[in-house]
């Protein structure tokens, strides 16, 4: 989460005029909810050979009267099934009172709808490929936010080359001009940001690595494309290009590049504030974080790339060791804004996470035991012991992953990678395994538990909500491949099934996504280009219990998973951001896998 306020993150003149896709009152999503017929369920339909469940929310003042459920051939109105709906319980996160309908059974192809006592849900289709275009969008929406070149996704969702003009920042230790192309632009702003790109970027080839023949196949027409490396690949590598641009000549890296506060809301070619690259302000300038994010990346990307393009493989992994060498040198150099800046920050006071996966990741690409021996260590350290356990322990820690906190990514790296190791490895890695399992045991029983079957407790209805159901279902998908049940894979599918529909506002949370998406990101080219949608494929933060800009703390308090509004200004609801679609991408990916 980065920390603004309602002017900083705006603009000035973005608070005064607010445009016209701003959404107020009755007319957001969220009131809509009565409007339904109170069955909710995936809206991208679902696959011939998986799960297939809807929620029924019984309304208020109503009579729950009926026990059976159909699910008719649309069109024809033919009964292809008929169940039983499970009993009234009360969901904790919504409020509501639910009953479950269990379709499993149902695996024709073709498309229908849900009928109880009369009401006729949304159509829906039963086919292999419900999740393909999903997926292809999710990733196109990576493309919608280069930064440095011009950008035209088809149907008038393009911007002219922006953020040219770069120059180093005063707490950079430099001055003059700055390389400034490249990148993803990092949210609803048009700042890029090292330790951000280094989880989304992770995940992203993490996904090439778990998913290889989904990806392989995608096709995401970007001037890239047909010139030997997949789209997927080449997709990321726009953004790996632009985070070794901020790697200085000992190996270190700058935080980010950003101009030193948010432009208003007006497209990236007409923000001409000056692009920094900021530092922490005094020597050695460069952070640690940062620093060791691109190490564990560009160790990834050596090896995913090396099929596609040795020299560039060759570079990451030149980059990642120069990196790793930094981190490992000043490994307690934290960042926060320097005087005069005011964008994100992504501020984190505890580095070691970071270099625990930099040379879990180093490790995994190039056995050499320095780099096993610094992860071992590490985690001993942590563990407060110096000889592995064999028993499960909860001080591992095993958790969703997030920008700040990246220990599970370093363990699972560590259990996958093929090398034999050091003589504890055996022990360490069943130790990791155990702990993974009993995390993701813990994912299952919360989704069983929940009335739209998401893995979310309540605590998690934080910033960027959605994103803590796509890294959970990481930690799931994990799980999938180091056990034999497949209880994790369907519980991953839970949380997909919830980000695009099955939750108590009846929204599709991702942008032209599904019957009923949201339409109000907190994104600039969104607001500002003229066109009545918002840019595709884009994943809301979700609903935020703790709320955080002006917009949302004037919402009434309700159970969490109701606090979201679909209003551009309610950033702590509505923002979008690269590492809350990355693990969308991912799940995707799975969900179109046939390997789960």
Known sequence: MKRRTLLQYMGAAAALSLGPKT???????????????????????????????????????SADTENTFRVRVDGTGEVAFTGKLGAPTKDDASGDTVRQADFSALKAPGMYRIEVGGALSDRFPVREDAYANALRLTMRAFSGQRCGCSVDLGNGYKHGPCHKDGAYHASSGKSGKAPSSGGWHDAGDYGRYVVNSGITCGTLLWGWEMYPETLRALRLDIPESGKGTPDYLAEVRWNLEWMLSLQDTDGGVFHKQTSDHFCAFIMPEKDTLTSYVIGTGETPYKSTCATADLAA?????????????????????????????????????????PPGVSTGDYGDKDCRDELLWASAELWRTTGEPAFEQAFLA????????????????????????????????????????????????????????????????????????NGYGNTLL?????????????????????????????QYAETALNNLHYLVGRNCLGVSWVTQVGTRPYMHPHHRPSAADGIEKPWPGLLSGGPNAGRGDAVADAL????????????????SM???????????????????????
Request: overall charge positive; some cysteine; hydrophobic content about 45%.
């Open 378 to 449: 590490e985690l001993s350290t942590r563990l407060g012991a110096h000889q592995p356990a064999a028993s499960v322990s909860t001080d591992l820690a095993i958790e969703a992953p997030s920008w700040g906190n990246l220990r599970s990514m370093a363990c699972w790296s560590y259990v996958m990678a093929e090398h034999r190791g050091s003589a504890d490895a055996a022990v360490w890695k069943q130790r990791i395994r155990e702990a993974t399992l009993a995390s993701a045991d813990r994912l299952v029983a919360s989704s069983r538990a």
């Open 297 to 337: 990346v560009m160790a990834i990307a050596a090896r995913s790339y090396k099929p596609f393009d040795t020299p560039f493989s060759e570079r990451c992994l030149q980059a990642a060791r120069q990196a790793w060498a930094w981190a490992v040198a000043h490994p307690d150099v934290t960042f926060a804004n």
């Open 23 to 61: 959404v107020f009152g009755e007319t957001s999503l969220a009131s809509q909810d009565a409007a339904l017929s109170g069955i909710f369920f995936n809206q991208l339909g679902f696959q011939p050979r998986r799960t297939k469940l809807a929620t029924l929310a019984i309304r208020a003042g």
């Open 458 to 486: 309540r605590r998690d209805y934080i910033w960027g909500s959605n994103s803590v159901a796509g890294n959970q279902s990481l930690l799931l998908l994990v799980a999938d491949r180091i056990s034999s049940s497949n």
């Open 556 to 571: 009434p308090t309700m159970p969490p998973m109701r606090m979201w509004v679909d209003d551009q200004r309610a950033y």
């Open 574 to 596: 509505n923002e979008i951001a690269i590492n809350w679609n990355a693990p969308l991408v991912f799940l995707l990916a799975a969900a179109n896998s046939r390997n789960i």
